[in-house]
Structure formats: C-alpha cells, structure tokens
C-alpha cells in the first residue's frame, strides 16, 4: 500500500469526474451466487491447502533474492517474471498488445530547483524549497488561506497561499480534498531549514505524459522570499523548474482470460507487485524492505484467485489480471493503465483491487475501500452471504481510498474496490501499520497470519465469477465517480 504524506499524493487523487451512482442496498446470498459457490467450490483446495499455496508465493516474492521488488531493479525485473510466467502456466493469454508485459517508462530525479514568477517579480534560490510538483505552469490563480474556514470547493484549481505555517499541514490536506492545486507556504527560514532536506529525496513520474495538471504543487518560501512574495501583490503565479532527470523502465504484468462473450466487456483484478527496496539507516543490519504483508500478500491472493478462475466453467466476460507497477511512488503503474488501457475503459464493468492482505485471522469480518462509492456494494453483500461471511464498513474505507490503485481507475469511471479481511480487523491493521508498514521488518516471521487471506480467496473468485456474468450485474449505463461524496 502506499506511503500517504501530504507532500506525496498520487497523480489520480486530484482527478475530479463529473457524477456518481452507488449502491448500498441490502443484498442476502442469491440463489445464483449460491450456485456460483457451489460450482467452484467442490474441488477447491482446503483452507489451509490455500494458505500453503500463498505462503510458497510470498516465500519467493518476499525474499531476499527479490531485494525489496523496487522497480527499475534487478528485483522488479525478476518480479515482472515471475507472475508472467504464472499466469501463462494458469493459461492466460499476453493481456496487452500481444505480451504479458505492458511497457511503463518513468523519469526520475532529484528535487527540482523552481523559480516563482509573479508579474515582473521573480522568486528563486535558496529561499525557495519545492516540496511536491516538477512541471512547469503558468497563471494559476492565487487564493490567500488564514484558517481553513477559507478552504471550500471555489479553491478547486487554485494555489493555497499559507501565511501561517502552523497551519500547514492541515490547511494543505483539507485543499487537496476540496481540489486544490497546492499551497504556496510563507514558512521563513527555521522552517525551510527543517523541510530541506527530505525535499531533496527523489521524485518519480511518468514519462511521456502529461503529469502537469495532475501533479499537486508544494513550495515553502524562506524570510526573503516570503517578503518578496507579499510585495508582489498578485493574484496570479506562474512556476520553472529545473532538474536532471534519467529514465528508467518497468512494467505492469497483465494476463487476459478470455469470455465466451467478449463483446459483453470485461472486468479487471489487480495487486501491485512493487514495494520499495531498501530502507533503513545506511549501517542497519537488514536493509531490504521485503514487502511480505505489503504487497507480496496480494500478489499471492491474486494470482491463487486467477488459477481457480482460468481452472473453469468458462466466464462469460474476458477477465485481466494486472501486477502493477510503481503504486509505492505514487499509483503511477495503475495510472498508465488507465490512460492506455487493454481495450476501451467503459467496456470495464468492474475492478478488484488486492493490497495487504496477510493481517487478519480466518473468516475475520470484510471490509471494502471504496465502500457506497460504486454500484457493487449489493454484489459484495450477496457474496459474502452466500459464504457465511460478513462485510462490516469503518472508517478505513475513506482512510484508505486514495491510498490504492483502485482510485486510478475510479476516477476514469471503472468501479473499483478492495475488499479484504485486513481492513475489517482494524487493531491487526493498526498494529501492522505501526511497526511493520514499509520497514524491514515486513517479512516473514514467526506467527505471520496468513489465514484471512487464505479465507479471502474463495470470495474473489465469486465476486470474479459474478461482475463476469451480465445477466447478474453490469455496470450502469454512462457511470462516473464523484470524489467530492
């Protein structure tokens, strides 16, 4: 799952469409999710047959071999490998442009030096520190924040300009939301100095693509250059950057399963493959990052999921199964999906997102990220009734929602969930995310819960099963999501 600062949003959570249609509906198990159960469940592996089936996926993936699964590395290329070469012994077809591999070209760099350009005045050196944003633009429209009564949907588009530093943090988050392009901040200098040198850190986008519009903009502004900045007295800025950037390469590992009726759509499940390297201080004993919870936990479900799937009956829609890449640097492996994808996005009537899965015990309550933010919460209900299992929402599906590659392709109107065990045990998640998330410690150790994972299978597989069947569900006519709800 991705790392969550309000210096480092995803490209896509900025993403405004025009209207929403959910569904929140009351679903008990149908006779038809029942009979999808029971036709797949007969020669399914047991329970701890399953947990065994994943553990030999994360021992491989989790590894040290794999060095953290960074893309760009030896690691990610071996990763990239690994699930090709699973999918096509499950019996999928190349899922994009006759390969496995659907090429993503990122550009990386250090931080970019930036120059504010307000009238005749320019703004530059070391007083300026650019915490996010590394495209150029010109005449954005300022609006002044001193409290975040200030902040409301007409900032949508606009530059925050904080003249308060301690309201930094909160007036910054509370902007993106109502969809702010970023703040300016008039920090001084003890401030800029504390913020220095994490804005050194290294930024990664997309390359080729227009990130511009999309990209949140952070810059903190020392004495000086917050005095200069006041007596320009505009409401307009423009921005240069400047940077050294190299390029580099990876991928996202699609797999097509093709329907009986293809001109009937598709549906899509996914887990990011990547995590994040090395991590730690520079003389730590253990420096990989393994990333077993996060993500080699959903990988393993996914593709124990896409196995039972391509094992038949026949689904009537084709299903894609994606790894994606890059989702640890900001969902930008399921962005480019969603910008190129396979076949047109409104033939996609659903997604599922799998992302950390390995947190709770057996049959422990679902949760759903993205919960009354799509039409599948009725399907969702339905199936896990028909297998005894409960879905209980709180507050993780909106902690979450912008924190998985689901939200990518929600905001290009394909309806798209995570459903796990994890989210539903929020004291096991909340243990996980304090002393495991993104840290070395995130491999395999003794008493590692893979249980709720094993037990979430069998539920993929019928939501797959179901979402791939028109006559039980079909995305409505002209759907688009509405991140304001």
């Not at 760099?109 to 005749?120: E, R, T």
């Not at 900032?155 to 970023?182: D, S, Y």
């Not at 069998?458 to 002209?478: D, N």
Request: hydrophobic share 45%.
């Amino acid at each position: 799952m991705k790392r969550f600062s309000i210096f480092a949003l995803p490209l896509a959570a900025l993403a405004l469409p025009a209207c929403a249609a959910t569904s929140d509906a009351a679903n008990p198990a149908s006779a038809s999710d029942t009979a999808i159960v029971a036709a797949t469940s007969e020669a399914a592996p047991t329970l701890e047959q399953t947990e065994d089936i994943l553990m030999k996926h994360i021992e491989v993936l989790a590894s040290d071999d794999y060095m953290g699964r960074k893309p760009g590395t030896e690691g990610g290329r071996k990763t990239i490998d690994y699930l090709a070469g699973e999918l096509e012994k499950y019996g999928f077809e190349p899922g994009y442009n006759g390969s496995f591999e659907q090429k993503v070209v990122f550009e990386r760099s250090a931080a970019p030096k930036v120059a504010l350009l307000l009238g005749d005045t320019v703004i530059e050196g070391e007083g300026v520190v650019s915490l996010a944003g590394s495209t150029d633009f010109d005449g954005v429209e300022l609006v002044r924040i001193a409290s975040t009564d200030d902040i409301n949907d007409t900032i949508a588009g606009k530059l925050m300009v904080i003249e308060n530093p301690m309201l930094m943090r909160e007036a910054a988050q509370a902007g993106l939301e109502a969809g702010a392009r970023g703040a300016i901040v008039l920090a001084g200098d003890a401030l800029l100095a504390n913020f220095a040198g994490g804005a050194q850190r290294e930024r990664v986008k997309l390359a080729d693509m227009d990130n511009g519009d999309a990209e949140p903009v952070f810059v903190l502004l020392g004495d000086d250059a917050s005095a200069a900045f006041k007596a320009a007295d505009t409401d307009m800025v423009s921005a240069a950057y400047t940077s050294d950037g190299t390029r580099f390469e990876s991928a996202n590992v699609i797999g097509r399963l093709p329907g009986t009726r293809p001109e009937a759509g598709a549906i899509v499940m996914m887990a990011h493959w990547d995590h994040i390297g090395e991590c730690g201080e520079p003389d730590a004993e253990d420096r990989i990052c393994n990333g077993a919870v996060d993500n080699a936990s959903g990988i393993a479900a996914m593709l124990e999921t896409a196995r039972r799937l391509a094992a038949g009956p026949q689904l009537e829609r084709d299903v894609y199964i994606m790894g994606t890449t890059a989702e640890e640097m900001g969902l930008l492996g399921a962005t480019y999906f969603a910008e190129n994808p396979p076949r047109p996005l409104d033939e996609i009537h659903a997604a599922l997102n799998i992302d950390t899965v390995a947190i709770a015990p057996a049959d422990a309550p679902l949760s759903v990220i993205g919960w009354k933010r799509t039409p599948l919460d009725a399907s969702i209900e339905g199936v896990a009734a028909s297998l005894g299992r409960t879905v209980e929402v709180g507050d993780e599906s909106d902690k979450y929602v912008r924190r998985q590659d689901g939200w990518a392709l929600m905001n290009k109107g394909v309806p798209s969930v995570l459903v796990s065990s994890s989210f539903g045990d929020a004291e096991a998640t909340d243990t996980y995310m304090s002393s495991r998330y993104h840290a070395a410690s995130d491999e395999i150790w003794e008493g590692f819960e893979i249980g709720g994972a094993a037990s979430d299978v069998p539920v993929y597989v019928a939501l797959m099963r179901h979402w791939a069947t028109p006559a039980l569900y079909s995305k409505p006519e002209g759907w688009t999501f509405d991140n304001e709800e």
